[in-house]
């Protein structure tokens, strides 16, 4: 196999596609989002991407067949006056620094197959705490494109997210722009060491309202209630820590 290969699945004609990206990153938050979207509404397996970067490893369905690793693009047609979207899902990204750039070039080589102009990178940011009110960030390719995501409560603070955006969905502002691509970036506040559909959600609704979609929350919210009661429980494990003296100021009692 080459270092990167591609299999082309099907080409339906996609009209003013939009290319939606969500790898696993913090807090599975892009991951969660795109995959909701393949999960609300009609898509088409497009194309499956094979890359030397990902492990070394097979997935294996409910038959026990084995399938080699791969991200996939899933078209889906929308309604109305609603651009189609090309959706990138998968359950890796790639194992280094130059992997990274050769997986994202071939990403957009891709979507500039199917005549995509503009992309959203799906991801959460950390804030090492519980999140009790989910806000979004944002980073574009041009300021320009800063209005339209402002108007809906997307955030843009100045060095933030701290040490900038890794992975393929920064690649995705830095190499599509470079192809001259307009690219934004909405990214969730997560805790960080939680699968969150919380996040997942805030990121979605930002979406939904720039591309002018619809897309049911219910079985996101259903998730993100089991994972506040895994929350609840890590907050009273906190207030209980904090409540035991340590060993130090036990020293000093009596």
Do not use: W
Request: charged fraction near 25%; include cysteine.
């Amino acid at each position: 196999m080459d270092a990167i290969d591609i299999e082309r699945v099907a080409d339906p004609e996609l009209t003013d596609p939009v290319l939606i990206e969500g790898l696993p990153g913090v807090g599975h938050v892009g991951k969660l989002a795109a995959e909701h979207i393949l999960e609300e509404l009609d898509s088409e397996l497009v194309r499956r991407l094979y890359a030397e970067e990902f492990p070394p490893q097979v997935t294996i369905d409910d038959e026990g067949v084995a399938s080699l690793t791969c991200a996939e693009f899933h078209a889906v047609h929308t309604p109305d006056d609603a651009p189609d979207l090309l959706v990138l899902t998968g359950d890796h990204q790639a194992a280094t620094n130059a992997g990274h750039y050769t997986l994202t070039d071939a990403i957009l080589t891709i979507a500039e197959s199917f005549d995509v102009e503009r992309a959203f990178a799906l991801g959460g940011v950390p804030t090492g705490e519980l999140v009790e009110e989910y806000t979004v960030l944002g980073a574009v390719t041009d300021a320009a494109l800063k209005e339209s995501l402002e108007a809906v409560d997307v955030e843009f603070r100045a060095d933030e997210p701290a040490g900038g955006i890794v992975g393929v969905s920064g690649l995705l502002l830095g190499l599509g722009k470079r192809r001259g691509l307009d690219v934004a970036c909405l990214m969730g506040e997560t805790s960080g060491y939680l699968v969150d559909p919380k996040s997942a959600q805030a990121v979605l609704e930002v979406l939904q309202s720039v591309l002018s979609i619809e897309v049911d929350f219910g079985s996101l919210e259903e998730r993100a209630e089991e994972m506040e009661e895994v929350a609840g429980k890590i907050r009273e494990m906190q207030s209980q820590q904090t409540q035991i003296p340590s060993d130090d100021e036990l020293r000093y009692i009596g």
